[in-house]
């Protein structure tokens, strides 16, 4: 799990590269070259969408994703592990309604085109299922983690 997490992480990372290279190109072409590129500023939000799912998804992997955990503190230590388990169990079922929503959007949008390059606009919504699919096999190892440290 930690070398998967470290590939989304690293994913992460190249889209965030992308973005300061296009930002960079938008800038240059506008006060250097005077002219506008509209296409820049389209392609850093997807690559910006992109960096942050990415991002989420190595965050789940690595059980650093946000929480509140000042009720689950204030806890006796013997419910705190059955807290937890509920707590997964929220973000698994969350994870699952998005999967799901994302996939349908992805169907309803794929013949959409972007305003400014050729791409479907349900790449954006394919950025989602992928995160959220891939953050259900992430939460479902936590889960039986737990359980395997509970018995």
Known sequence: MKRLSALFETVAMVFLAGILVTVCLQVFFRYVAG?????????????????????????????????VSALVDRLPDRLKGGAGLAALAVALLFNLIVFLGSLQLIRLNWEQQAVTFPVSVAVLYLAVAVSSGVSLIFLSIHVRNALRRKS
Not at 56 to 67: L, N
């Open 35 to 67: 002219i506008v590129a509209p296409w820049t500023e389209e392609a850093t939000r997807y690559l910006g969408i992109w960096m942050v799912f990415m991002g989420a998804t190595a965050a789940v992997a690595q059980g650093s994703h946000i929480a």
